[in-house]
């Protein structure tokens, strides 16, 4: 599903993203996390700011949102 959640403060964003993971873990123990993130940078700074709200930020994966769209597309239409 997905979810947008649009801040201007991006610590406030952390910390939702935090408490959303804490809240609704996800069905399949193995399964990934996945936050569209707009720079490398600020998808190394989410998992450390995951990792100090819960202890460990494992199974979160950070992603690019042309990346996304393009995993999208293949999956969609493998052809």
């Known amino acids: 599903m ?3 959640y649009p801040s201007n403060k991006t610590e406030s964003l952390a ?3 935090s408490e ?3 809240r609704h873990p996800l069905k399949d123990l193995f399964a990934e ?3 569209l993130i707009q720079s490398q940078g600020m998808g190394t700074w989410l998992q450390q700011e995951l990792s100090s709200h819960a202890g ?8 690019m949102p042309a990346s996304f769209i393009w995993k999208l ?3 969609l239409m493998p052809e």
């Open 56 to 63: 460990i930020s494992a199974l979160v994966q950070c992603q």
């Open 20 to 22: 959303i993971i804490d």
């Open 73 to 75: 597309a293949e999956a």
């Open 33 to 35: 996390d996945l936050i």
């Open 15 to 17: 910390y939702l993203i």
């Open 2 to 4: 997905l979810q947008l």
